[in-house]
C-alpha cells in the first residue's frame, strides 16, 4: 500500500479543483485503455476504459482523453475530492489475447 | 474486490522455504493472473492462466510457479523464497485477455527475512 507511492510523480489539488493525470503509452497499435485508482493498503480498482476508436469517454466525475497521435492518455478528474487521493495507473492492451500493460503511475493529493 | 479474494493477507518467511499464495475467484471468469508489485516497478506480471490447466509465464516468472486445477482458484508458489520476493502480490481475474478489464484482489503482503 503506502510503499507503492514511493518514487512516483505526484500530482497535487485544491480540493474542487479539477485533476488532470496524463500517461504515455508505448505500443501505437494498443487499442483498449484502462485506467485504475489503488488506494493505500488496497488493489487497484477499475475506475474508466476507453477502445481507440473513440477520443473521449465519459463516467461519473472522470473523462478520458485519447490522443493516438501522439500515443497520449489522460484522466481528467472533475471536483476533485478528499476521497480521490491514490495512485492511479494507466494501462494498455498492445494486442488480442496478450496481458495488459501497466504504467508505474501518479500519486493524486488532495489538498482540503 | 469483485469477488477475488487472497490468501494470506499478510505472510513473514525466512530465506529458502516455499511459500504457496491463493486466489480465489467467484465469478467463473477464464483467465487469473499474478503480478507483484515493487517501488518504482508498477505491475509486474508472474504468471497468468488462460484456462484450467493452461498457464503461461509473465516478464517476471524466474523463481515463480502456478498451478490452476479448478477455474475458481489459482496457486502462485516461491519454490524458495529470496529477500528480492519481498513484495506485495495481487491477483487479477478477466473474462479473456487483452481487450476486457481486469479486476484485482486486496493483495497478499509478503515478507522474506
Known amino acids: 500500500g503506502e510503499s507503492v507511492g514511493l518514487h512516483l510523480p505526484t500530482l497535487s489539488v485544491q480540493e474542487g479543483d479539477n485533476s488532470i493525470i496524463n500517461c504515455a503509452y508505448s505500443?501505437?497499435?494498443?487499442?483498449?485503455f484502462i485506467w485504475y485508482k489503488q488506494e493505500s493498503g488496497k488493489g487497484p480498482q477499475f475506475i474508466i476504459d476507453i477502445r481507440s476508436n473513440m477520443d473521449k469517454r465519459q463516467g461519473q466525475r472522470v473523462t478520458v482523453l485519447l490522443n493516438k497521435t501522439v500515443k497520449h492518455l489522460s484522466l481528467q478528474i472533475a471536483a476533485t475530492q478528499p476521497g480521490d487521493s491514490a495512485v492511479y495507473f494507466c494501462a494498455e492492451a498492445p494486442e488480442r489475447n496478450t496481458p495488459l500493460v501497466f504504467g508505474k503511475g501518479t500519486r493524486l493529493s488532495v489538498i482540503a | 474486490d469483485a469477488g477475488i479474494t487472497q490468501s494470506p493477507r499478510h505472510k513473514v518467511t525466512e530465506t529458502g522455504t516455499p511459500v504457496t499464495l491463493r486466489c480465489h475467484q467467484t465469478?467463473?471468469?477464464?483467465?487469473m493472473y499474478w503480478y507483484r508489485q515493487d517501488p518504482g516497478h508498477g505491475l509486474r506480471l508472474i504468471h497468468y492462466s488462460y484456462g484450467v490447466k493452461d498457464t503461461d509465464k509473465g516478464e517476471v516468472s524466474d523463481g515463480y510457479s502456478v498451478s490452476r486445477s479448478k477455474t475458481e482458484d489459482f496457486l502462485l508458489t516461491l519454490e524458495s523464497a529470496t529477500s528480492s520476493q519481498t513484495s506485495v502480490y495481487f491477483c487479477?481475474?478477466?473474462?479473456?485477455?487483452?481487450?476486457?478489464?481486469?479486476?484485482f484482489g486486496p493483495g497478499t503482503r509478503l515478507l522474506v527475512l
Open positions: 505500443n501505437s497499435a494498443s487499442d483498449y
Open positions: 487479477a481475474i478477466s473474462e479473456s485477455s487483452g481487450q476486457e478489464t481486469q479486476y
Open positions: 465469478e467463473n471468469h477464464r483467465y
